[in-house]
């Protein structure tokens, strides 16, 4: 609930500008990434505030303090703990990358207290890798361990940022209509004619001019693709066909059923009243040449296709779709059969690829990677996708390996934990060199759908040039309770003009959002029955029955 009282408010107000000028560092650190990769060893890349890791996500183990985790190649616990400590006495303005120590946390001679002489210099120092996507520094050395988490940032601010993050780099290719499907328009689509490009008949029929009865021209009448351009002289009809064109000085035309020919005088009476321009399709009736159809931003379905078509389109430019990798971690993870022996299912793996694809991303199969540096540091260096997405290994347990594998590579730090309940382990990172970028989901299911929809989402569809979603607020059914700090996204689904939380709603849990249709942005301290709150609709609730490849 919202605190009274003058020191309550100081207290907020200087953590809210804290949050501020952390995100303001964050978003400045995304146009200089290309600079900071270059800059000479020792130079710093970006200004960011350090804090104590937030707390562990209830339900998932919190790890052993950091600076303690072990990991092969790592240093003395010693040396961990002395960069975590130096790291933590660090205020605004200490420069180093976002996450990770900063110079000024290790002496600049000798070892740290309690290391071996041989130790290697931690990421961000002159042993700071260079290359393409982390290429490992000289001779073998190893970034020191680091886990220290940076202070949250705030959800809607992390939202924003992944999305600035996935339009500074745009990309755009020109493809076939029949392998545009999906993707989304990086030029608007312009009409090149009027459509139709000249009067036609809307029905079967007769066309005529001037009043009637009129007497019938003989011949076979006007066909589609076949029509005569010679003028129909006012009191004369002609036998006409849907889309054929008109033939000048016409009056309108009239429906067969509405007509009755008199074959012995040849005359044609109308049985109904007759209006100029009655089932004619006039000449730019849909748009005039010049005329914009469809904007920047519009995703291609299939009367996308129809309508480029009909205005004189080929081929369409579009952005091309975010090549995304998944790898799994975890040891714990079986790929099927029931659970047993402390083993559990890998729920994120079969989840994630058909999720991305409805977000218009390209998603190669998962890979399981297990509790391994080794694997998870070649696997990220060898990506050449536009974004890699890992599962779990993102808070500070002996196995967590994100982390460190990240510093050892060079990667910047962009978000170390948001604040929202549950998933605020999750992370986004930048690999070194114009690499891809990562986000880290926490390994509790739910954790990790909040990630998506932190982070992957607006990313996705920042590189693929797909517009925001746009953002909408309803009713709340019942009282919901909120975190005393963080936002919370908590499942519902719509019953008539209000939403109704579900049930098992944990980090670990999945049946409440697998009935759910969105999640309701909850504020700190919750909302009571009856509150407007925002909705974050699920990308395939508006195509049910879904299937994978929709355009939502």
């Keep these: 609930m919202t605190a009274h009282g003058g020191d309550a408010w100081t207290a907020e107000g200087e953590r809210a500008a804290e949050e501020e000028r952390a995100v303001e560092q964050a978003l400045a650190l995304v146009g200089r990434q290309q600079q900071v990769a270059q800059s000479p060893p020792g130079r710093p890349g970006a200004t960011v505030p350090a804090s104590s890791p937030p707390a562990a996500e209830p339900g998932m183990s919190a790890g052993p303090a950091p600076g303690t985790a072990a990991a092969p190649g790592a240093p003395a616990p010693e040396a961990q703990a002395s960069n975590a400590r130096a790291s933590a006495t660090s205020r605004p303005g200490d420069t180093s990358a976002p996450g990770f120590p900063a110079p000024e ?127 129909l002289p006012d009191g004369q009809a002609l036998r006409i066909a849907t889309g054929a064109r008109l033939p000048a000085d016409a009056t309108a035309v009239i429906r067969s059923e509405h007509a009755h020919f008199d074959e012995a005088k040849g005359l044609l009476y109308a ?171 926490p390994g509790n299911p739910l954790a990790a759908v909040s990630g998506l929809l932190t982070l992957a989402e607006p990313l996705i569809r920042g590189i693929a040039g797909r517009s925001a979603q746009v953002p909408y607020r309803a009713v709340v059914h019942e009282e919901v309770h909120g975190h005393p700090r963080d936002t919370r996204l908590i499942p519902v689904i719509h019953r008539n003009d209000r939403v109704v939380p579900l049930h098992y709603n944990g980090p670990a849990m999945l049946r409440g959002v697998a009935g759910a249709d969105g999640l309701a942005v909850v504020p700190p301290g919750g909302v009571r029955s009856g509150t407007e709150v925002e909705i974050l609709d699920l990308p395939w609730t508006s195509a049910l029955p879904w299937t994978e490849g929709c355009f939502t």
């Design 105 to 231: 946390a290790r002496a600049p001679e000798g070892p740290a207290s309690g290391a071996s002489a041989s130790d290697p210099p931690a990421s961000g120092t002159s042993g700071r890798p260079s290359g393409r996507r982390g290429t490992p520094p000289a001779h073998g050395a190893t970034p020191s361990l680091h886990v220290h988490r940076a202070r949250t940032t705030a959800w809607t601010e992390a939202r924003a940022l992944a999305e600035r993050l996935g339009r500074t780099a745009p990309a755009v290719h020109r493809l076939p209509l029949d392998r545009a499907v999906g993707h989304v328009l990086a030029e608007a689509v312009v009409a090149l004619t009027d459509l139709p490009s000249f009067d036609t008949s809307a029905m079967d029929g007769w066309v005529v001019a001037g009043p009637g009865p009129w007497r019938v021209r003989e011949g076979e009448g006007l066909l589609a693709g076949r029509g005569s351009t010679e003028p």
């Design 271 to 441: 049985t109904r009243t007759v209006a100029p321009g009655q089932d004619i399709r006039p000449r730019g009736q849909e748009c005039r040449a010049g005329d914009e159809l469809l904007p920047v931003g519009t995703v291609v379905t299939p009367p996308v296709l129809g309508l480029a078509a009909a205005a004189g389109y080929d081929a369409l430019v579009t952005a091309p779709r975010p090549r995304v990798d998944v790898f799994v971690l975890g040891d714990e993870l079986l790929a099927a059969g029931l659970p047993r022996d402390g083993l559990i299912r890998d729920a994120l793996g079969p989840m994630l690829a058909p999720w991305l694809r409805s977000l218009g991303a390209e998603v190669s199969e998962p890979r399981r990677l297990g509790d391994d540096a080794a694997a998870l540091r070649q696997a990220l260096i060898s990506s050449d996708a536009d974004l890699i997405l890992t599962t779990g290994g993102t808070a500070a347990g002996p196995v967590d390996h994100v982390h460190p594998v990240l510093a050892g590579i060079g990667a910047e730090l962009l978000i170390d934990g948001v604040a929202v309940r549950p998933g605020h382990p999750m992370l986004l990172a930048r690999l070194a060199e114009g690499g891809p970028c990562l986000v880290g989901l």
